[in-house]
């Protein structure tokens, strides 16, 4: 389980630092449902991770339960998912902003303010498992559990591990609210315009890492 786990970690920094979901999230915090939409969408995005790679490993651990070393297609796997994240960061570095312009904050977030519980929680699940680059994300690191331990008790415990590291990027923001409430609202949009200003070479570097971490894993079960 150690190993499912310490290989799954980097993976989850890639999904700990996405900036839109703490966007998201601290748009929830300053808006006039902030408690009871922020709770719904991190209960969301924590749901919609560990549901959708906690499926994955199980389905990549069953598909593979007669091997003794990684099969070639499980390898196979990594590197095309290692490839799609390599695409990903190319499109994340083409569509950065031009020197001066100022980063666009996508247009779905102004209705944020409008949110009931419902939707916050569903936009958490989305965030979290649905959007490409998360999906890529917690599918590589699940399918990365699945090959590094047998065992299903410890498969599922890696991906509740990875879903409380990757999680921290929502959890701090929400955690800062819950200690300082409105007094956070100064701070948490400082964050919020950090991470707007920055999203595209954050994610492209974490983006190819993740990637060439990937393809080289597959190469290298080969």
Not at 166 to 185: K, N
Not at 207 to 218: I, P, S, Y
Request: glycine share 10%; no cysteine.
């Amino acid at each position: 389980m150690g190993e499912a786990i310490g290989e799954s970690l980097p993976i989850a920094v890639g999904v700990l630092v996405s900036p839109m979901p703490i966007v998201a999230l601290v748009l929830m915090l300053v808006s006039r449902h902030a408690s009871s939409n922020g709770t719904a969408f991190v209960v969301g995005w924590l749901a919609g991770i560990f549901v959708l790679g906690t499926i994955v490993a199980l389905l990549v651990g069953a598909a593979g339960s007669g091997d003794a070393e990684t099969p070639t297609w499980a390898a196979l796997l990594k590197i095309v998912l290692g490839a799609l994240l390599l695409l990903l960061a190319l499109r994340s570095w083409q569509g950065r902003p031009e020197e001066g312009e100022p980063a666009a904050t996508p247009s779905w977030m102004a209705a944020l303010d409008e949110f009931n519980a419902f939707k916050a929680f569903g936009t958490g699940v989305l965030l979290g498992s649905v959007n490409p680059k998360n999906l890529l994300l917690v599918v590589s690191a699940a399918s990365t559990i699945a090959t590094a331990t047998a065992v299903t008790s410890e498969r599922i415990v890696a991906m509740a591990v990875f879903t409380l590291v990757a999680s921290l990027g929502v959890l701090v923001p929400f955690g800062i609210y819950l200690v300082s409430g409105e007094r956070a609202a100064r701070l948490l949009e400082g964050i919020k315009a950090w991470m707007i200003a920055h999203n595209a070479a954050i994610m492209t570097v974490l983006l190819v890492v993740l990637g060439v971490k990937m393809v080289g894993d597959g190469v290298g079960s080969l």
